[in-house]
Each structure stands twice: as C-alpha cells, then as structure tokens.
C-alpha cells in the first residue's frame, strides 16, 4: 500500500497484520478520489472504519486539512498511528480508540460545531451498517450540506438510491467492490 497523490505521494504504508481488515487497494483508492474530482482545497475528512488510516492520509495529502479516524481494533490503531508517524504529521490526524460511534460521540461533544466536509465509511462487509451510519451521522449533525459520502461495500450489498436527503450521485464497480457517493440531494 501507498500513497497515490499529493504532498505524502508515494509514500509507503503499513497494512494491519492477520486478516481482521480488508484494504482499500491502490486502484480503488485512486478510483475513489477520481469520482470526488481528484483534490481538495479544505476541509475535515471522516474515516468512520480506520483500519490502516490509508484512506484518511491520502485524503490529507490530497489537500484535506485535518482528518478523524475512528477505529476500535487494537492492531489497526497501531498500524494507523505508525503510518502517521512516519508522514511527520500528527497535527493533521486524530485517533478515537474504541466503538466508532461512542467515540465520535464523545470527541463531538469535546468539539460542538464538528461537521466533516468528507466521509468514509468502509466497514467489514459482514457488518455493513451504511444506511444506520449515514442516519446516525447526519442526525448528530456532523454533516455540512456539501458532505460527499464515499462508501465501500461488497458488490452484493444493494444500498438505496436515496438515505434521508442523501442521494446516490455516483456508483462504480470494482471486481468485488463496489464504490457509491452520496451526496445531499
């Protein structure tokens, strides 16, 4: 795994050891930030499933200025923080430990007015709860009225045209993932 574009481009990451985590490939990852236009002047970046804290640090080198990752998996809090580490950029990057929503719930209320520009939500196919996440963020109100939200789900899973007032702008199929933006219709 690497970094495709921007200031950390290049750039090696680490992946989380055993098979707990699925990473988002190199093709995917660059697919993805194609469909959201390539860069980003601004803004604050949610990684709601963190695994390597991949997609959030190519988000950051992509121009992304601060991103929250939440993860609750020991080995993969361990590789994220390793991977920032060795960017030299820690002031961009926060790590809420545990359950994604209790610690967004708690890091939200220590920072009232948190809405994020740039969401991710990649959780293990198994427990694939987009519909509940997209509903839960946008009823805690950490979505701007501009959010895109990029989810990452096995191709099978069939997500609806329309959550609330999100609506699907764009889908693609890669192998045995499939890639849908929402944004507020």
């Known amino acids: 795994m690497r970094v495709i574009a921007g200031m950390y481009g ?18 995917i990852k660059e697919s993805i930030f194609n469909m959201l ?12 499933y963190g695994g390597s804290g991949g997609i959030a640090i190519e988000a ?48 939200h209320h220590t920072n009232p007015g948190l809405q994020f520009d740039l969401v991710f939500l990649d959780p293990p196919y198994a427990k694939q709860m987009i519909v509940e996440d997209i509903e839960w963020l946008d009823d805690q109100g950490l979505l701007k009225e501009n959010t895109q939200i990029v989810c990452e789900t096995d191709v099978s899973v069939e997500l609806p045209l329309a959550i609330k007032s999100w609506q699907q702008m764009k889908q693609k199929k890669y192998g045995q993932t499939l890639i849908t933006i929402y944004e507020r219709g």
């Open 10 to 27: 290049s750039r090696r990451l680490k992946a989380v050891p055993g098979d707990n985590t699925r990473p988002t490939t190199d093709k």
């Open 37 to 48: 236009g390539g860069s980003f002047a601004s803004g604050i970046c949610l990684d709601f």
């Open 60 to 107: 950051v080198s992509r121009g992304i200025d601060f991103a929250v990752i939440t993860e609750k998996f020991r080995p993969a809090i361990q590789t994220i923080e390793e991977n920032i580490r060795q960017l030299n950029a820690s002031d961009k990057f926060v790590i809420l430990k545990g359950p994604n929503r209790q610690s967004l719930n708690k890091y």
